[in-house]
């Protein structure tokens, strides 16, 4: 069974710095595309960031771009999320998910790691 | 702010039939695959249909998905009590750009 665990989340200031990690296995991680999804307290999800199979190819959305960055390590089967410049509405639990092959579709995911931006 | 519009609630009986909606547009449903995810409270999202309707394995025939136009619905047969919870459509958006919808909570009544 696919296995995905997230961790690294935690309390931090606006404009602080924050590496979460998504550690996976019982899968051939280097065969997939990964992602990022973010859902803060009481609201829906928020698609973050994905990241291709090689890990030369990042996209992300308008609200993170700039201050995040996604990338893998095969070798370690690990995906990581840096975010810089925190703020305030990045609070959320933070899951990472594995994309199938058919139409972007996110076919595992992790249980998530939460992340509190606060002064 | 989304892009894809879901009703905010649903709910029926059990054995019931429910079906939820999301509203798009050209540059998403009107030209990506559709999929739709369940999250029960306190846990993950889990992947209930992807490609317009198609059902990863372990999901029942049940659970139906269709996509017409700028629209897609999400049906759900014989309803149960463990279908409680929040539905997402979700779809690529201006080629790269992932979205949800807005998000459903089901209620079984």
């Known amino acids: 069974e696919v296995h995905l665990v997230e961790s690294g989340g935690g309390f931090v200031r606006p404009g602080g710095s924050l590496r979460l990690s998504c550690a996976a296995s019982?899968?051939?991680?280097?065969?997939?595309?990964m992602t990022w999804v973010r859902q803060a307290p009481g609201e829906g999800l928020e698609w973050v960031a994905y990241?291709?199979?090689?890990?030369?190819?990042?996209y992300y959305a308008g609200s993170v771009k700039g201050r995040f960055t996604i990338s893998r390590d095969n070798a370690k089967n690990s995906l990581y999320l840096q975010m810089n410049s925190l703020r305030d509405e990045d609070t959320a639990l933070y899951y990472c998910?594995?994309?199938?092959?058919?139409?972007?579709?996110?076919?595992?995911w992790g249980q998530g790691t939460l992340v509190t931006v606060s002064s | 702010q989304s892009v894809l519009t879901q009703p905010s609630s649903a709910s029926g009986t059990p054995g019931q039939r429910v079906t939820i909606s999301c509203s798009g547009s050209?540059?998403?449903?009107?030209?990506?695959?559709v999929n739709w995810y369940h999250q029960s409270p306190g846990t993950a999202p889990k992947l209930l249909i992807y490609?317009?309707?198609q059902r990863p394995s372990g999901v029942p025939d049940r659970i139906s998905g269709s996509k017409s136009g700028t629209s897609a619905s999400l049906a759900i047969s014989g309803l149960q009590s463990e279908d409680e919870g929040d539905y997402y459509c979700?779809?690529?958006?201006?080629?790269?750009?992932?979205?949800f919808g807005t998000g459903t909570k089901v209620t079984v009544l």
């Open positions: 979700a779809a690529r958006d201006d080629g790269v750009i992932y979205v």
């Open positions: 050209s540059s998403n449903i009107g030209s990506k695959t």
């Open positions: 019982e899968f051939t991680f280097s065969r997939y595309w």
């Open positions: 998910a594995r994309i199938g092959y058919s139409g972007y579709n996110f076919e595992y």
């Open positions: 990241i291709n199979k090689e890990g030369s190819e990042k």
């Open positions: 490609s317009d309707n």
